[in-house]
């Protein structure tokens, strides 16, 4: 008898110890509330994220558009110093995707390859580019006197929400429309708003 009462609480002593049975079998897995509960708060988030991330993206390619516009008209005023002809109303002239590039008036290595690329009915960045010069006959006897720079959103709301410009003067400006602002000349320079 003593030996049964010994053995009955050393199993009791255990099971306090090491539980088994029933407690263990609840403890399995989520309830189905609880995974409700984890989505509703993982779908809050993303709606207030995603709102956030679209406009950071389309902030960056907004600078980026920029960025591209200042080095094209920079390239513009460095070919017409270099060459005499004015400025040029082609990328081809201002760029190449050739490696090594060798200068000349009709390649004069100016633009990076991407750039160059992205201007030939690419896109960078979201945004399309556009280039004409006018004023004369792009040579020396007769240089190209104005020169239009356009940077354009490829999607209004999506890759961008403005559209830029520079002129001959170097002004970038820019339209809240996003709408392609013009290559004739006088076109950038109608826009009253300007990048400071």
């Not at 760029?95 to 390649?107: D, K, Q």
Request: aromatic share 6%.
């Amino acid at each position: 008898m003593v030996g049964l009462r010994v053995a009955t609480q050393v199993c009791a002593l255990w099971h306090q110890t090491y539980p088994m049975g029933d407690q263990m079998e609840k403890q399995k897995g989520f309830s189905l509330i609880e995974l409700l509960i984890v989505v509703a708060i993982i779908l809050i988030i993303a709606a207030i994220a995603i709102p956030n991330l679209l406009r950071a993206k389309i902030s960056a390619n907004e600078s980026s558009a920029v960025a591209a516009t200042r080095t094209i008209y920079t390239a513009e005023v460095s070919y017409s110093s270099t060459y005499g002809t004015g400025f040029t109303g082609t990328y081809a002239a201002l760029g190449s995707a050739a490696t090594p590039c060798t200068a000349s008036s009709t390649n004069a290595c100016l633009l990076d390859p991407i750039l160059t690329t992205a201007t030939a009915g690419g896109s960078k960045s979201g945004y399309s580019y556009a280039l004409a010069a006018a004023g004369g006959a792009g040579t020396t006897a007769s240089p190209n006197t104005t020169v239009e720079v356009n940077s354009t959103p490829v999607t209004v709301g999506t890759t961008g929400q403005r559209a830029f410009c520079a002129d001959e003067s170097g002004v970038i400006r820019y339209n809240t429309t996003g709408g392609a602002v013009g290559t004739a000349t006088g076109s950038c320079a109608a826009i009253a708003l300007i990048i400071q």
